[in-house]
Structures are given as C-alpha cells and as structure tokens.
C-alpha cells in the first residue's frame, strides 16, 4: 500500500511497462496472456500492493456484494452463534458471507484478510478476544488502512481497538459489566471465597471479565487478597484440568466441605497457574471464563465425588444453548453472540460513512439456573 492511497490500474502498467488493457486482461484472467508479460504484471500488482477496484469489478460482473467473518475456530459454540448472526444478517441484505478459522495463527488471518481484499469483500470482520501485543496492533492497523485503501472495512467484532485512530467499526459487548454482575450475584448469595477459572493474561475479553470480578470483590468490602484467578485458558478440557487440580489440593476433604487450593501446586500445575495474588484459600464457589471451562468444571466436580450446587456453586459466562442442559442447568452470563454478528454488518453497512472509527458497545444479563446456592456451614 502506498502512503498515497489506492494505486491505480495505470500505475501498474507503468511498472510493468504494458498497457492498462494488458493489466485488466491478465488480472481478469479472461484472456490469454504470453507467459513472461503475465508474471510481468502480477509482480508489479505485488509490488505495489495493487487490488481492483471492487466496484468496477462490480460493473462487468466480476463483482459480488461479499461479507467476510474471520473466527479462531468454529466448533467453538459462541463463535458458531455470531458467524450464524453475521451470516443471517448478511443474507437479509442481499451479501453473500463467507467464514474463515485461523486457529489463532496470525499468518493465516493476514492471508485471508488479504484474500478477501483482493476478492472485493465489503466488510472483513475478525471475532473474539485477542491478546493485545505490539505485534497485534501493528497487524490490525495495517489491515484497516489496506482495506479502506481498497473501498472495503474492517469491523472488530467482540474486541476493542488497538488504536482509536484506525478505520475500524467496533462491535463488542460489555465484558466487566457482565463478570462483575455474576461475581455479585455469588456474593449476594453468601460466598466469600470465589475462585476465578480461566484467566488468560493479555486477552482482551478475559482480562475484562477477570476486572469485573475483582471489581465486585472490592465493591462488597472484600480486599485484593480475596481474588483468586487461574489462567488456564479457556474450553471444556482446560476447565476440567483446572478444575481437577485445584481439587487435588483438597483431595481429603469429603462431600459438604470445600476444597482447599494449594499455592506450591497451583505455581506448578500445567497449563493452569495461580496468579501472585491469588494465594492460598478454601473456595465455595467458581466463576468460569466461559460456559465451555465450566462444563470441564462441573465435570471434574462430579468425578472427585462432590456436588454441585450443595458442595461447590459454579457459574459460567456466555449462556451458550447447551447451558441449561448441564447437571445442573448452569447460572451464567448471556451474551449477545448472534446479535453481535448481527449488529456488526447491520452497522457498517447502514452508515458506511461514519461506521469506520465508531465504537458499538451491546449489554449482557445473568440467567439464574440451578448451579448456585449458599455456601455449605463451616463444620
């Protein structure tokens, strides 16, 4: 991308020493072209980071009304819910939506990022928390501004952005609201040792989470010495290991008592891992990051022979559908997954001019279940 701004089909006849009907029939693919004048110009469009224009391509047919929604994974059942709500919205307008998974590799997000930019997509939207390093913001400025260089936009979809400057729309719900209101509904319910499972430092939507729990701890009168987060990432088995360790530590301890963590386990467990504040402490209660780490949860407290809500309560965050099927039906956050999807492309697409730069911020509610209830009596 050149600081200019867009580069012109001309510029590349220019550098490629052909003329601009040569570059249109070579990057059209249309007609036959001698090899070495091909490879002429593909290098030039290389070079200069050329992309055509998406809306002359639109005007010979080459052109289509695209959405691109770019997730870590698709098994992952929030994520499954905004790609359904970017899809749905999308097609209501006539777009064709397009879903891409990474794995959390950032090269194979900067190539479907650039693909879809060479491919004429409207909108390019990337989901979820990220850990937000150098490297990231760098990444995402770049993509933005080679993106509007092309006439597309990049919606960030449930993460914020890096810089407030770059032409990106933000989509994102209210994570630390949501965290600190489920934290209070634990301590409205008498805990007052509350074990946070799935941290993960530097990620945009758990380091929120994780500040709405500490937040609702202050607010009840409680000190920074009551917080107790493991970062064990999040997902079902995360969650179980986790959960398996932390139960360890109080392994002699039998239904109707809670287990105790220990601190010298925690520091060396895999991948889970005390954070410096959070030393040892009987816990009647777990918060986990999402509804996956949970389920790993509920599972590994049902194997180590206590129940759920009468020895541990546990609650979740995301209210993903399977969240009231649980033994026993999970409290737990809902979060407005397909509505985010939704919103991201209604937005963007309603107000193109002013989308770019704005910043959309969507509620969360508790759903009460059956996964909590007062603590058990200290014997």
Request: with cysteine; hydrophobic share 45%; proline share 7%.
């Amino acid at each position: 991308m050149t600081s200019k701004g867009r580069v012109t089909i001309r510029e590349v006849a220019e550098r490629a020493g052909v003329s601009m009907a040569t570059v249109s029939r070579v990057l059209s693919g249309n007609h036959p072209v001698p090899a070495s004048t091909r490879a002429r110009v593909l290098r030039a469009a290389r070079d200069l980071d050329y992309v055509a224009n998406a809306h002359a391509r639109a005007l010979v047919g080459g052109g289509r009304k695209m959405v691109a929604v770019v997730l870590r994974q698709v098994t992952s059942p929030f994520y499954a819910q905004v790609a359904e709500g970017v899809e749905a919205e999308a097609a209501a307008r006539g777009w064709l939506c397009l879903v891409g998974t990474t794995g959390g590799d950032p090269a194979r997000e900067l190539e479907f990022v650039q693909l879809m930019r060479e491919e004429g997509a409207g909108l390019v939207i990337l989901v979820g928390g990220v850990v937000e390093d150098d490297a990231y913001r760098e990444r995402v400025a770049h993509y933005a501004q080679a993106l509007a260089s092309s006439g597309a936009r990049l919606v960030l979809c449930g993460r914020p952005a890096p810089d407030p400057d770059i032409p990106a729309l933000v989509v994102e719900f209210d994570n630390e609201a949501g965290a600190r209101a489920i934290t209070g509904h634990l301590l409205s319910a008498g805990h007052r040792r509350i074990v946070f499972l799935g941290g993960l430092p530097g990620n945009t939507a758990l380091d929120a989470r994780v500040a709405g729990y500490r937040a609702a701890l202050a607010e009840h009168g409680l000190g920074p010495e009551a917080a107790h987060v493991v970062d064990c990432g999040l997902g079902r088995a995360a969650g179980h290991r986790a959960m398996t360790e932390l139960l360890k530590a109080g392994a002699d301890l039998g239904p109707g008592d809670t287990a105790t963590p220990d601190a010298d386990t925690l520091d060396t467990a895999t991948p889970a891992t005390a954070t410096p504040d959070a030393g040892p402490a009987r816990f009647t209660a777990v918060f986990a990051g999402d509804d996956m780490v949970a389920a790993g949860a509920l599972r590994a407290i049902a194997d180590a022979g206590l129940r759920v809500p009468q020895d541990i309560s546990v609650v979740g965050y995301n209210d993903i559908p399977l969240a009231e099927d649980f033994n026993p039906p999970l409290t737990t956050v809902r979060t407005p997954a397909e509505e985010l999807g939704r919103a991201a492309v209604r937005i963007a697409l309603r107000d193109p001019e002013h989308a770019a730069g704005a910043h959309h911020l969507l509620g969360t509610h508790i759903v009460v279940r059956e996964s909590v209830q007062p603590p058990p009596p200290v014997p």
